[in-house]
């Protein structure tokens, strides 16, 4: 048994608390700014007020104040905060860390550090870090992960994927349980990259389902769902290109990291609603007006990559014409313009 | 304009006549014994009463007995008969047919022609075609393509393959339409393969919603989605590991034929039906009772695939222990047992 820390009390930090409790060990799950008033429910009731389910046994929650007491002992630290806190969670965990100690996240996205060099999180963690720590191989997570549906202990495999093995090996024999079958890969990139595109593209995939609505039609068996996996199916060749182009290994396109994740994204989170106000006609500015208050992670990912392509075809690291799915997203996110599915520049 | 003539008048065969009489040509849409009372009812009221939509201008329904007349003129062949007519319909065409006719079929399926050796249906359909037929190329389709969503122009993109690079241009042109998106592939095991299996796995996805309802649940973006994500991973890649050993291009798998046509196949038609009621903790046979007077193309397939296995692994042609996913499915359908998903053997 080890003594574990989770830092970021949103759905997902929360929700991998389960397992890891299940697990056997005891968890201190550590609220941002962001989520004080989850924590403060937490302590008061031991229920995460949007997970809706009561903690574990072996769950402490703990406020951003009392982040050195839940390190205190702690031998494994998760980083579960969004993408745009990766930098805020290496300077705040930094300095209270020891070197050496195995660090996981489940933070998923893509940065853009110069004109068309684009970097996966960790990396840019990892970089945030203080110099003693720069050692570290931080691990990530992913794979098909509903925050609820793994609070509720419903079966889910995931890859942790990290450079170095036995760290890798260290979470994957401490996490594991049952219902959360953990799965391992050296190749961080090819994790990473599928991991932070799925958002985006799940997105786009539930561009469908608003289509469908604006011509008249209702959930059901006949639909949009042709045109839906017309698009998952370029999202898929899309997400290939990339993880390539990356130096990652392709095989996690059509695996748990892409594929996998991709199909539960398209189930009704943000990004799938947000694809639909947008299928149903909306400009991008009218749709995040009725998603007030949602972190909108695949926008991010569209205005990071959107914009970094020209650079990446100016450069000769993808051909002219590549991506015109993202690159109509990126018109769509970015241009102002309203959805018109380019399938005939997809499959080419 | 040419004259097509369609064999098969179910939903595929004819939704398919949509985008082809949209493009132009005159299209004959020739029932088979079991599509009888369609055609009647075509014939009476212009609609097919299972598509329930009014036949497209152009499109004309014949009675089996008509068949020659059918044929009369015919430039282009389509088969859209389910896979167990595939020796019916080559023996049925077969003496009406000119040598170079151009033929393409919707008909998915593989057959074990002796222990270990899987063939897939265009192979069968020119075996047993007349002598001086077999050097026809016929053409297949893969693909996403509920028939119900074709009949209403939804958009979809599907892939033509052939071993005949004109034959297979010429249809590409003559049947695309503004939302039809024909592309092409010359590796026809490639796209067959995936088209054959995905009946099979989207079956296997679909048993998460079943599972859901069992443990009490409820439609919802909170469900068994991990679940279902974590089969359709895993179904990816025993496609992969199938078409490889067929000497397919895996590139199909994260594309339109392998993982797309899998999506739309899990939304809600028979074999996600037949998955539901295994999930829901029936037995094959009870299951069966439950979906009378249905084909399950999903069950012939495990049957066939699920019977080669121990010659495929015999033979080396696989390793030991592969698909697991299958080999379960195979365990339920032919073997009695009820669902246990063993995730503890995926992704190894």
């Known amino acids: 048994m080890a003594k574990v820390a989770v830092l970021g009390a949103g759905m997902m930090g929360t929700a991998l608390c389960t397992p890891i409790a299940d697990a056997g060990h005891e968890v ?9 008033a989850w924590v403060e429910g937490m302590k008061r ?26 390190l205190d002992g702690a031998s494994m630290v998760c980083v579960g905060v969004s993408s745009a806190g990766v930098r805020w969670a290496a300077q705040n965990l930094g300095p209270r860390l020891q070197p050496g100690i195995p660090v996981i996240a489940v933070t998923k996205g893509l940065e853009e550090s110069e ?33 609820g549906e793994l609070a509720r202990r419903v079966h889910t495999a995931v890859v942790f994927a990290g450079r170095d093995e036995p760290t890798l090996k260290r979470f994957a024999e401490a996490f594991s349980t049952p219902y959360y079958h953990v799965r391992t890969s050296k190749d961080v990139v090819g994790v990473e990259v599928c991991a932070a595109l ?6 786009a995939v539930g561009i469908g389902a608003g289509v469908h609505e604006r011509a008249g039609g209702t959930a059901a068996p006949v639909a949009h769902h042709n045109y839906e996996a017309a698009v998952f199916a370029q999202a898929c060749i ?12 392709p095989a996690h396109v059509p695996h748990l990291a892409g594929a996998g994740d991709m199909l539960v994204t398209t189930s009704g989170g943000r990004s799938s609603r947000l694809g639909r106000w947008l299928g149903l006609g909306l400009s991008f500015p009218e749709a995040q007006e009725k998603m007030k208050g949602d972190t909108l992670e695949s926008a991010d990912l569209i205005r990071v990559l ?32 309203r959805i018109d599915m380019p399938f005939d520049q997809f499959f080419r």
Chains 1, 2 share one sequence.
Do not use: W
């Open 306 to 337: 959107g914009g970094a392509l020209p650079s990446l075809i100016a450069q000769g690291k993808l051909p002219p014409g590549a991506l015109p799915l993202m690159r109509h997203l990126h018109e769509v996110i970015v241009g102002g313009q």
């Open 28 to 36: 201190r799950l550590v609220g941002t700014h962001l989520d004080a």
């Open 45 to 70: 009731d031991g229920v995460h007020p949007k997970v809706g389910m009561p903690l574990p046994d072996g769950v402490l929650p703990f406020a951003l104040e009392e982040l050195d007491a839940a």
């Open 115 to 147: 004109p068309g060099v684009l970097r996966i999180l960790p990396d840019v963690f990892l970089e945030h870090l203080p110099e003693n720590l720069r050692s570290l191989h931080p691990c990530a997570i992913g794979g098909p992960c509903i925050a």
């Open 198 to 203: 799925k958002n985006a593209y799940a997105m």
């Open 238 to 249: 899309e997400m290939d290109q990339l993880v390539r182009m990356l130096g990652g290994d």
